[in-house]
């Protein structure tokens, strides 16, 4: 297995568990106990993910996105609404956000469509857009624009590492202004205001631009090394909202400072450069385009969670990778990087279905 990897995994594991216990010390500690079962659940899937031969997932790709469909299919009809959306199904133990399984299921459907098949054809890019357009359209409707998103910037980083025509990317982005419009036109109406709150959080100091404003002042008084574990006077005092989930970054940054926000970034670009250096390794075609997804998808929850907190960017409901707490999130994250961890192992000890003229190579 790649060494630098899994040791970046295990520190962001440890940090990750370190800082979730610093949000809800004074807090549900059950929260806690729950995300250590997570990461327990989710190694397991890590290493039985890369046991499973990419031909096989490549095979599975068909039936793995039908279902992440049919589960989006079911949020509107019998999804658990919890905060104002509909994103959850219940599974009596556990709550299966449908949309973190189609994020990697329509990866794994893109890489597997264009290992055998030229890009630049209309028709199989039209396939490609459809299997894409479709997804992030009921995702939308939830609502849930921070996954569409992820999953857009992941579809199109794979279409462009596949060899799309430029073309079609100029027509693309000449015809996003008119998304734009038609985005903004039907979003909801919290949503905008947290658009508009990003422009000017002092308008609105106790209700929309609240988040940014806490988020703010407890990256600031953190300094260049911060309060102290189990320190910080924004998550004891629980002025900071949603400071487990996705506003946990302003908890590591108050209580660590600086130095701990570097290190965070330092362990996220290991992880990422590691990815990428498999990809350009991969011996497969679709190897290597599932690295570049599941790199791309990394990034952007990075950039986004990152510069939301610090008042860069809108709101949106995105978690920091192995930091926020989250089952879904969590498990599915770890099984993406055990398809990483697959990939580095069949291109170090070529297995034998993997010959020139292979369909996958």
Same mark, same amino acid.
């Given at each position: ?5 899994? %040791? ?16 809800? $010390? $004074?807090?549900?500690? !059950? =929260? ?8 327990? #659940? ?21 039936? =793995? ?15 658990? #609404? ?13 709550? +299966? ?18 290992? !055998?098949?030229?890009? !630049? *054809? ?20 939830? /609502?849930?624009?921070? *996954?569409?998103? @992820? ?18 990317? +100029? ?8 998304? &734009? ?6 979003? $909801? ?16 100091? &106790? ?25 910080? *006077?924004?998550?004891?005092? $629980? ?35 590691? =990815?990428?250096?498999?990809? @350009? ?6 190897? !290597? #385009? %599932? ?5 791309? @998808? ?22 920091? /990778? ?7 999130? +969590? ?11 697959? @990939? ?18």
């Amino acid at each position: 297995m790649d060494k630098p990897l899994l %040791l970046g995994l295990f520190c962001l594991a440890i940090l990750g568990i370190g800082t979730l216990y610093a949000a809800i $010390h $004074h807090g549900d500690i !059950s =929260i806690w106990q729950r995300q250590n079962i997570y990461w327990l #659940l989710g190694i397991v899937v890590f290493l039985a993910v890369s046991f499973v031969p990419l031909r096989m997932i490549g095979l599975a790709a068909w039936p =793995i996105y039908i279902l992440a469909l049919i589960l989006l299919l079911l949020i509107p009809l019998v999804g658990e #609404l919890q905060m104002g959306a509909r994103r959850w199904l219940s599974l009596g133990i556990i709550n +299966l956000q449908p949309s973190e399984l189609m994020k990697w299921a329509l990866m794994f459907l893109l890489a597997h469509w264009f290992a !055998s098949r030229e890009p !630049s *054809t209309l028709i199989n890019f039209s396939v490609a857009a459809v299997a894409t357009i479709l997804p992030i359209a009921l995702i939308v409707m939830q /609502p849930d624009l921070g *996954t569409a998103l @992820v999953l857009l910037f992941a579809a199109a980083s794979m279409l462009l590492a596949s060899g799309i025509r430029w073309r079609w990317v +100029l027509a693309a982005l000449a015809a996003s202004p008119a998304s &734009l419009y038609l985005l903004w036109n039907n979003m $909801h109406n919290y949503q905008r205001t947290r658009i508009l709150s990003f422009l000017d959080p002092q308008s609105d100091p &106790l209700g929309a631009g609240y988040h940014v404003i806490q988020a703010s002042i407890a990256i600031g008084s953190g300094g260049i090394f911060g309060k102290g574990f189990l320190e910080g *006077t924004q998550a004891r005092l $629980h002025f900071l909202p949603e400071q487990h989930t996705d506003f946990i970054f302003a908890v590591l940054a108050e209580e660590g400072g600086l130095m701990a926000v570097l290190l965070l970034l330092i362990l996220y670009g290991v992880i990422i450069s590691r =990815i990428l250096a498999i990809a @350009v390794r991969a011996h497969t075609r679709f190897g !290597s #385009l %599932l690295c570049i997804g599941i790199a791309s @998808v990394f990034m952007l929850y990075i950039f986004v969670n990152i510069g939301m907190v610090a008042g860069m960017l809108p709101v949106v409901g995105v978690p920091l /990778p192995f930091i926020s707490y989250g089952g879904s999130a +969590l498990v599915t994250m770890l099984a993406a990087l055990g398809i990483v961890m697959r @990939v580095a192992i069949e291109s170090r000890d070529q297995i034998p279905w993997q010959r020139p003229g292979s369909p996958l190579s």
